[in-house]
């Protein structure tokens, strides 16, 4: 492949580093997605977190969201010239949220299909520009693991992308753990990314227009990964491996109290659902739960994160096209930490994750 900018080549600046920047939550859609989006729009759908999302994005004529609406359907050149111009080498692709869990079953297994082979398409194009995480169906778990297999051992992508809750159901339902089963085994990484918080969540959020990025992402799929630890699903599948953008949707800077008072809580049986577990959830958060920084191009967040967790645990992300902000790319580049611990950070703890 030729090294030009037009052709997809990898960016001239990283002659200069020695590791590759490799972005690892970086969204994009197809037309098919979005039409999908105006019909369930158009039909008055009961889903506050979507219509506040997508009912602002789709149709919006301000800047922001027709850039991100342009930029986000952009699987070839134009998207790898702002990779270039940001220094980037490398997108992990998937599917903006909600993705295909705000259709009904039939709709969204069949989307998912469509949209994982055009997915492979730009891949296959541009291999060393661009890798993918598989869209799945939660809404049909037994269909969800067959097509995350097939999109792993067939069309070559590197994991899953759940967009959190799924009409309002979370992972940490037994009912959704043939995802987890085929996840593990086929040694893949789920990559769980936010959608707009679920209708039992979303009210007090919403009236203060913090339903968003700003706070309410995080605060559902935050609380999405610390359900799924304490159901005991880690447990089950001790080997399953689950990532999460944004600094760990702040479950980091709680691990001490959520280790305190997950103890404390379990020993007084105040609540049916939260039972004893093998290990505490700070051990789950060390060993099972990648972490990155997409959003939040903050050093001081960053080295923290990396002396909880540990440095092969957090990965670079920028976040593309929802916070395109080249000058935010090398922030650790900054930061006061080894040379062996930044390229784990941009190149080498990706590599290792999505077996790239």
């Known amino acids: 492949m030729a090294s030009s900018e037009s ?3 990898r960016s001239p600046s990283a002659s200069t580093r020695p590791y590759k920047r490799i972005a690892t939550e970086e969204a994009f859609a197809t037309p098919e997605l979005f039409e999908g989006y105006r019909k369930l729009l158009a039909s008055g759908i009961d889903d506050p977190g979507f219509v506040s999302l997508w009912g602002f994005y789709l149709d919006s004529p301000s800047e922001r969201p027709r850039a991100i609406r342009e930029k986000l359907t952009w699987l070839d050149e134009r998207r790898i010239r702002d990779m270039d111009a940001s220094g980037i080498d490398m997108q992990i692709l998937s599917l903006t949220g909600p993705g295909v869990q705000i259709f009904d079953s039939a709709t969204a297994v069949s989307m998912a299909k469509d949209t994982n082979d055009r997915l492979a398409e730009a891949v296959a194009k541009y291999p060393t520009r661009f890798a993918g995480l598989a869209a799945v169906a939660p809404q049909n778990p037994p269909e969800a693991a067959k097509e995350l297999e097939r999109g792993v051992k067939r069309l070559g992508l590197k994991g899953a992308i759940i967009n ?13 753990w043939d995802i987890f089963a085929a996840a593990e085994a086929l040694d893949v990484p789920i990559y769980i990314h936010p959608q707009g918080p679920s209708k039992g969540l979303i009210g007090p ?16 799929t935050g609380m999405h990964l610390l359900a799924i630890i304490t159901s005991g699903a880690f447990d089950r599948f001790p080997k399953l491996q689950i990532m999460v953008g944004h600094m760990g949707e702040a479950l980091p800077f709680w691990m001490y109290r959520l280790d305190y008072m997950h103890r404390a809580t379990v020993a007084s049986k ?3 659902a939260l039972k004893p577990l093998k290990r505490k959830v700070s051990d789950y958060m060390k060993e099972n739960v ?19 967790l540990g440095v092969d645990r957090v990965l670079y992300a920028m976040d593309y096209p929802y916070q395109f902000a080249p000058e935010e790319v ?3 580049e900054r930061a006061n930490i080894s040379d062996a611990d930044r390229k784990k950070f941009y190149q080498t ?5 999505f077996k790239l």
């Open 7 to 9: 052709s997809g080549g």
């Open 164 to 176: 959190s809750h799924t009409h309002g159901e979370y992972l940490d339902d037994p009912k959704f």
């Open 205 to 220: 959020l919403l009236a203060r227009g913090l339903d968003g990025a700003i706070f309410g992402f995080g605060v559902d």
């Open 270 to 272: 105040r609540y049916e």
């Open 290 to 308: 990648y972490v990155t920084n997409s959003g939040v191009a903050w050093a001081p967040a960053i080295t923290f994160s990396q002396q909880v």
């Open 330 to 332: 090398g922030e650790m």
């Open 349 to 353: 703890n990706a590599e290792r994750a």
